[in-house]
């Protein structure tokens, strides 16, 4: 028993950062689904749903008995993967037909965000990590879940409201960029990354948009539908740009050991792969599509790579908590 209790304990005090790696492990899901490996994106769900019940039941047990220990996590910008993480899955079960689960989920998410949200934009300073973008990809994390249920319930309004939270967290974007610390490029621990995952999450969003416009409900006109395609386009052009110059970086500047914010880095993989063939099919530019199945690939690596760190830092942690 004291093993398990061990466990509990270690599991419990996991920081709001490891939220990112439910995030990752989601939107592989999504990135195996759309390009035909359905065994593999099945399994990569059940991995993402088990560690989301376990990152939520430590969310509440932390809550209930560590109340001001939570209170100031939750004030960091990591605890916003909670909401991110939310969405993510929300949408992989609406891809899926589960509009009862999706929709729960989106209420969860749309529960937790703006009171996080607010904690942490209090305490945003300058020359911050790449964890300052977290605020976007909540936002547009739930832009994507709300058009993704807007589409398959053609509910016009929930379509509007997702629209503003595009348009919300493309200023939230904004906002981080002039926040971010540039050093954080070549000594970032992982969460650096963000940057570009903020950019492909946005991208994303703006093709679930389009897709519930071709849902049969009347949205907008085509001089908007026009500059949402505009916007959705250059975002992932953003967005490949920063994937090149954050690895570029990475092999100028290697730092192999593992970190929890890995998982920061192994999600905009992930999200810029599923942006990408997103873009192609929505947006009607089937070249991407092999590109985007190579960037999936990558993320499955780099996924499989950080899943080994991770266990061998789990057994590290435990073994020294006996």
Do not use: N
Not at 303 to 315: I, K
């Amino acid at each position: 028993m004291p093993r398990t209790s061990s466990f509990g304990a270690w599991w419990v005090h996991r920081p709001s950062t490891a939220g990112s790696a439910v995030m990752a492990t989601g939107i592989l899901s999504a990135g195996l689904h759309t390009t035909g490996y359905e065994a593999l994106s099945w399994i990569a769900l059940v991995l993402a749903c088990a560690a989301w019940l376990g990152l939520a039941a430590g969310f509440v047990l932390r809550l209930v008995r560590e109340r001001s220990e939570w209170l100031a996590e939750a004030g960091t910008p990591g605890a916003l993967t909670a909401v991110a993480a939310t969405a993510v899955l929300g949408t992989r079960f609406s891809e899926l037909g589960a509009r009862i689960l999706a929709e729960a989920l989106l209420a969860l998410a749309v529960v937790l965000w703006p009171g996080l949200l607010l904690r942490v934009l209090r305490r945003v300073g300058r020359r911050m990590p790449g964890s300052v973008f977290l605020g976007c990809v909540a936002t547009e994390g739930l832009a994507v879940l709300g058009a993704a249920v807007a589409g398959a319930e053609t509910s016009a309004w929930l379509a509007h409201a997702s629209l503003v939270l595009f348009w919300l967290g493309l200023a939230l974007y904004v906002f981080a960029v002039a926040r971010f610390d540039p050093v954080q490029v070549i000594e970032g621990a992982g969460d650096q990354w963000i940057a570009s995952g903020a950019a492909a999450i946005s991208a994303l969003a703006g093709t679930q948009l389009m897709t519930a416009a071709g849902s049969g409900m009347y949205l907008w006109d085509k001089d908007d539908s026009g500059v949402l395609r505009t916007v959705t386009v250059a975002l992932l052009m953003l967005d490949l740009f920063l994937y090149g110059v954050l690895l570029a970086a990475e092999l100028a500047w290697p730092r192999l050991r593992y970190d929890v914010r890995r998982w920061a880095t192994v999600f905009p993989l992930g999200m810029t792969a599923a942006a990408t063939l997103s873009v192609a099919a929505v947006v009607g530019v089937p070249s991407l599509e092999v590109p985007g199945e190579l960037l999936l690939w990558v993320a499955v690596a780099a996924w499989s790579a950080v899943g080994t760190g991770s266990v061998r830092a789990a057994r590290a942690e435990l073994r020294a908590a006996r």
